[in-house]
């Protein structure tokens, strides 16, 4: 079965600067998604980024971006230039890129920014 | 505003009852999700529904039970209630049904079991 691991309940970064989420998976699949979830405090669950496994390339979404290390199953978020309005949960998930679609979260990294 | 509605938002319930919770997919989408998150599981998916067919199954207890309406809406029927069924309920809905499309949640619907 699929796993999916953060190691860290919780992180703090200084505004403005860098921070990085790390998130493990474990899988005997090939084909699979990766994503990272943010949920505010509003509680709405909002997509930041995605890779799919087959790509080498490592996804980017303006202040945000991926290190995917397909060999050592880890795909960590960096969050650039962080802003107050990035202090969320955020959540690693995997799916399966098979017909079942399952979708796996981790337990979730709370981040807080500091002013 | 994701365009997916929930209903109600919160519920208050006792053990031993039986609720339904309510998921209306964003126009054109034919794919719900429905989730739960709790304190002590996380979140989780429990299953998944495609133009009114079960596409796949994640945690779901025998208790719980759901369906996707020709209308395409989904409903989220929880039985026999406990303590430990409190949790947040999120549904979420896709255009199509493959692992690549974005998946956009509602605001969830809050159930506490007294």
């Known amino acids: 079965a699929q796993t999916v691991t953060q190691s860290q309940p919780e992180m703090s970064v200084q505004e403005a600067e860098t921070v990085t989420l790390s998130c493990t998976y474990d899988t005997s699949e090939s084909d699979y998604y990766l994503f990272w979830y943010k949920q505010p405090p509003s509680r709405q669950m909002i997509l930041v980024i995605r890779?799919?496994?087959?790509?080498?390339q490592n996804a980017t979404e303006n202040r945000f971006s991926v290190n995917f290390q397909k060999a050592a199953k880890s795909f960590s978020l960096k969050i650039s230039d962080s802003q107050l309005g990035d202090a969320a949960m955020y959540f690693c998930a995997y799916r399966s890129g098979n017909r079942d679609d399952k979708i796996i979260f981790g337990k979730g990294t709370r981040l807080h920014i500091l002013p | 505003d994701s365009g997916v509605t929930q209903t109600p938002k919160h519920l208050i319930t006792a053990t031993g009852q039986r609720v339904t919770l309510r998921c209306s997919p964003r126009s054109g989408d034919l794919s719900v999700y429905w989730y739960q998150q709790s304190l002590d599981q996380g979140l989780q998916f429990l299953i998944q529904y495609y133009n009114g067919e079960e596409r796949a199954k994640g945690n779901i207890l025998e208790r719980f039970s759901a369906q996707q309406f020709p209308d395409l809406h989904s409903e989220l029927n929880l039985s026999s209630l406990e303590l430990g069924d409190s949790a947040l309920y999120f549904c979420a809905s896709t255009q199509l049904a493959g692992p690549y499309n974005e998946q956009f949640f509602g605001p969830g619907t809050r159930l506490t079991v007294l």
């Open positions: 890779q799919e496994a087959y790509k080498q």
